[in-house]
């Protein structure tokens, strides 16, 4: 299994990107998805995930409304669409799946970086 992420880039406050994960290895739709960031000096953190059974989404509390977590089945990709991005969104963002035996599988991490 491989998680292929890209997207990332540099964006002023204010502006908007979407990042992409696209898998192989493993059929995305069977499974939850989610992607996380860490930040220089911090933790990396849970921003969203999507549930496999429900396609239920679930959100960071900061990002709530401003980023959208979605899943293309027919390209086996999944999305981080993100807006009204703040400098507070710089990090380096990870997207990851895990399969029924319950192994984490991450992407290589893509930057995004937001000037003010």
């Known amino acids: 299994v491989q998680l292929q992420a890209s997207g990332g880039g540099l964006v002023q406050s204010g502006g908007s990107l979407r990042l992409s994960c696209q898998a192989s290895?493993?059929?995305?739709?069977?499974?939850?998805i989610a992607w996380f960031r860490q930040a220089p000096g911090k933790e990396r953190e849970g921003v969203s995930c999507?549930?496999?059974?429900?396609?239920?989404?679930h959100y960071l509390e900061d990002v709530k409304g401003r980023f959208t977590i979605s899943r293309d089945s027919d390209t086996n990709t999944f999305y981080l669409q993100m807006n009204s991005l703040k400098p507070e969104d710089t990090a380096v963002y990870y997207c990851?799946?895990?399969?029924?035996?319950?192994?984490?599988?991450w992407g290589q991490g893509t930057l995004v970086t937001v000037s003010s």
């Open positions: 990851n799946t895990n399969d029924s035996r319950g192994r984490a599988y």
């Open positions: 999507l549930s496999g059974s429900d396609d239920s989404t």
């Open positions: 290895g493993l059929r995305l739709e069977n499974y939850a």
